[in-house]
């Protein structure tokens, strides 16, 4: 669960976010190209791990790529 300290908008859009990926998995895994539902929830797992590892939060709470 998100931190109590977030504000009712912030959780808002969170969980929209969240409902948001799980049907854009849900219409991948339909369409094909993963032959199971297993090997779908691996490869946006791996896509996920990508992104956080190329980018962070800055001190103004903004998503920022990170430099390298």
């Known amino acids: 669960m998100p931190p109590s300290g977030w504000d009712e908008k912030t959780k808002w859009f969170l969980l929209g976010f969240v409902r948001g990926n799980y049907k854009n998995l849900l219409d991948t895994v339909r369409s094909g190209k993963f032959k199971t539902y297993e090997?779908?929830?691996?490869?946006?797992i791996a896509q996920t791990g990508k992104a956080m590892d190329s980018m962070h939060i800055n001190k103004k709470g903004r998503l920022v790529n990170r430099r390298h």
């Open 39 to 44: 090997e779908a929830i691996e490869y946006e």
